[in-house]
């Protein structure tokens, strides 16, 4: 079965600061990738997923970029960090999710 | 308009007493997962139901899928305080990638 790997847990980003989260996948190839955020109260909101190496599709209009190095990384982005960019960060490859990273923008 | 409903939002029970959350989606479900997530960490896969009708348990968690496959409950016996967690259902609405998911039921069982 495969493995969802992310990091860091935890990050504490000053506003404007740029940011780079990175997933990894164990025990399987040529995923689906998938990047959630989760806001206290709202669930799970897809903000990126993508096929295929190099292949990314943006559900939301939005600050963060995503990118897809490798077969079995993704890596999620942002150039400037806004305070709304908060949040806990989820990858998922299917329906097998990461551990998260929360991030906090100040 | 929210597609895939939880209910309730959140739960207090008494450790020992039942309990059952439930999810409603306005389409029909290809498939519904269900995932637990203590505060700050990431989901952890319940179970997952596709056929109408279906039921599936692990250890004191049972999951239904209702014939016309637009609903689906979680019914945990005997809580404990073990149980605590936010429960989520994510919706598989065929259209061959992410699931959606519920906003999620946040559970606490007291002593």
């Known amino acids: 079965s495969q493995t969802i790997h992310q990091w860091p847990a935890t990050l504490v980003q000053p506003v404007g600061s740029p940011l780079s989260l990175e997933c990894t996948v164990e025990?399987?190839?040529?995923?689906?990738l998938y990047w959630y955020r989760q806001a206290a109260g709202r669930g799970l909101q897809l903000l990126f997923y993508?096929?295929?190496?190099?292949?990314i599709s943006s559900e939301v209009p939005q600050n963060l970029s995503a990118s897809r190095p490798q077969d079995r990384q993704f890596i999620l982005s942002s150039k400037k960090l806004l305070l709304s960019d908060s949040g806990f960060y989820l990858c998922a490859d299917g329906y097998t999710f990461g551990s998260g990273t929360r991030l906090t923008v100040v | 308009s929210q597609e895939l409903e939880q209910s309730p939002q959140s739960l207090i029970v008494q450790e020992g007493k039942n309990l059952t959350i439930n999810c409603t989606s306005s389409k029909t479900l290809y498939g519904l997962y269900w995932y637990k997530q203590k505060y700050g960490e990431g989901l952890i896969f319940l179970m997952m139901l596709q056929k109408g009708g279906e039921e599936k348990s692990h250890e004191k968690i049972t999951a239904k899928l209702d014939e016309k496959k637009q609903q689906s409950s979680l019914h945990i016996t005997a809580s404990q305080p073990s149980h605590a967690g936010i429960y989520l259902c994510?919706?598989?609405w065929g259209s061959g990638y992410a699931l959606n998911f519920g906003k999620g039921t946040s559970l606490l069982v007291t002593p």
């Open positions: 993508s096929v295929g190496i190099g292949q």
């Open positions: 994510g919706a598989d």
């Open positions: 025990g399987t190839s040529n995923p689906n």
